[in-house]
């Protein structure tokens, strides 16, 4: 690791333990004006640490297999700048079969950025892994009927796919401005 890699980190270690800092300040202010609040504020806090620290450790080693295992060629080639509608069809199809929090997603993302995955593509599979899940879509189908599970599913891929491109859009449009100046 070079050294401006490491002082990059160390920023970004700062600025996390700062926003935690400002997290928990917030968090104990709030709780002292609050007090009949705080035992629900601790059990949810505590329900919410027992959950990451279970799931956490296997999606980052899973993550860290990904990264090794599945090579950037792979990723350029699926999910990069050429890869058009086969790219988003794999980020919908990939985003929609996980059916944990979304949080397990970000980890996943950010070794697909990494590799070379298009923007678009990330807001997709991140938003089809938010919205589209499977089992939801059988119960939506169980308990709505079929009309509006087709609606709400086929209005929900255009809208996540116009999203990535609109989003992916916005960043190049401020990078060129930024670049520019």
Request: include cysteine; aromatic fraction near 10%; glycine fraction near 6%.
């Amino acid at each position: 690791m070079n050294k401006e890699s490491q002082q990059k980190q160390k920023k970004t270690f700062k600025r996390d333990v700062a926003i935690l800092m400002i997290v928990l300040l917030v968090t104990v202010i709030l709780s002292s004006f609050f007090p009949d609040k705080r035992p629900e504020l601790i059990n949810v806090s505590w329900g919410f640490l027992i959950e990451m620290a279970a799931i956490l450790p296997a999606v980052m080693i899973l993550m860290g297999l990904f990264a090794v295992f599945v090579p950037k060629d792979t990723i350029v080639n699926h999910l990069g700048e050429t890869s058009g509608i086969k790219g988003i069809a794999l980020a919908l199809f990939f985003g929609a079969l996980p059916t944990g929090p979304l949080y397990l997603a970000f980890p996943l993302a950010a070794v697909l950025i990494k590799k070379g995955a298009r923007i678009s593509n990330i807001i997709v599979f991140l938003s089809a892994w938010a919205c589209i899940k499977i089992p939801q879509e059988m119960m939506e189908l169980q308990f709505l009927g079929v009309k509006f599970m087709a609606a709400r599913l086929v209005l929900t891929i255009v809208f996540v796919i116009v999203m990535g491109l609109i989003i992916e859009g916005l960043l190049e449009w401020e990078e060129k401005k930024f670049n520019k100046n």
